[in-house]
């Protein structure tokens, strides 16, 4: 008998409605399948205020991680992990974090096969590296990955998605699609639990191999990363800026807030299109370069 743990952290349910499609073929006789969400202490609100999104941003971009209710009744022989987790401000959302620091997490994931399920905007690139330097912190050892983003990429959803996260609406409105992953890559990610199916059967996770490839587990576009690199580190410096002004719902962490997001709406206005055409320009002379990032990123799973 095989056992798997899949843990998950979801808000809307969405990334939770990936994970049940992910498992939907996977399960027996012989392979038990054990689904736990990960709790926080205190809850997070959803759908979110303008001022508690960014008062999480700090915390988020720094990793600090919040402290979650321990999982009861677990076992401690699990043959394999499925981590599902959601992105926020380019790093993993908070309670995955607060997990994985978690005394439980280090028991639990030391020396397993674990495979990461991310469900996000777009931006998911970054944030999987810090997972990577998480699971090695607990001594776990990542065998795949698989990433699912919102339709109507990039632009659209830098509109859709915030206010689908401060609204609760996720439907199409003038020239904007739904928020949110297609109903259709949610109910695919079926595949991935079909051929674990198959691999657990012949013990193929005990061979530190990726079991998902060749599945379209990922597609990483290489002309985000270098703006992920700028993106995390300008997070990191305003984290710092919004925390020395003062303790979360604080008036004077509001006023730091309120300055940055007005930067970040200038940003996003002249900086980021004139980024682009740069980018543009840039990456028509590195297209090798960008093809091999690409490869590096989209491992272990790959396309
Ligand atoms: C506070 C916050 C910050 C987020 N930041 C990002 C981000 O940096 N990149 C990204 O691709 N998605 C981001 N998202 C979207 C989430 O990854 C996810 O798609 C969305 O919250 C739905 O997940 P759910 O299943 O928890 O409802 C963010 C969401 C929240 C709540």
């Known amino acids: 008998m095989k056992k798997i743990l899949v843990l998950y952290y979801s808000q809307s349910g969405q990334l939770k409605s990936v994970v049940d499609s992910f498992i939907s073929k996977l399960g027996d006789k012989d392979i038990k399948v054990d689904v736990r969400g990960i709790e926080p202490v205190v809850a997070y609100p959803y759908p979110w ?36 987790y959601t992105i926020w401000f380019l790093a993993p959302s908070s309670p995955i974090v607060g997990f994985m620091k978690s005394n439980q997490a280090k028991k639990l994931f030391e020396n397993k096969p674990v495979i990461t399920l991310i469900a996000c905007r777009d931006m998911w690139v970054m944030a999987q590296e ?36 401060l609204s609760g609406k996720k439907d199409a409105f003038w020239i904007f699609p739904p928020a949110g992953i297609l109903q259709s890559d949610i109910d695919d990610a079926s595949r991935f639990g079909h051929r674990l199916n198959e691999a657990l059967k012949s013990d193929k996770e005990k061979r530190d191999e990726p079991l998902l490839k060749n599945l379209g587990a990922v597609s990483v576009n290489g002309k985000l990363i270098a703006s992920e690199i700028i993106a995390t580190r300008s997070f990191y410096i305003w984290g710092k800026i919004i925390n020395f002004c003062g303790k979360k719902k604080s008036f004077s962490r509001k006023i730091a807030i309120t300055v940055y997001t007005i930067f970040l709406a200038l940003m996003v206005f002249t900086l980021v299109p004139i980024n682009i055409l740069v980018r543009k320009i840039l990456n028509y002379f590195q297209k090798d370069r960008l093809k091999e990032l690409e490869k590096k990123y989209e491992e272990p799973s790959g396309r």
């Open 49 to 84: 205020s303008f001022y508690e999104f960014f008062d999480e941003f700090p915390d988020a971009a720094h990793m600090k991680g919040c402290e979650v209710h321990e999982i009861k009744n677990l076992q401690d022989d699990y043959d394999l992990i499925v981590l599902g």
């Open 130 to 165: 810090k997972v990577k330097k998480l699971l090695s912190d607990v001594g776990a050892k990542l065998i795949d990955n698989v990433a699912l983003t919102d339709q109507g990429k990039g632009i659209y959803s830098f509109a859709t998605t915030p206010r689908w996260l």
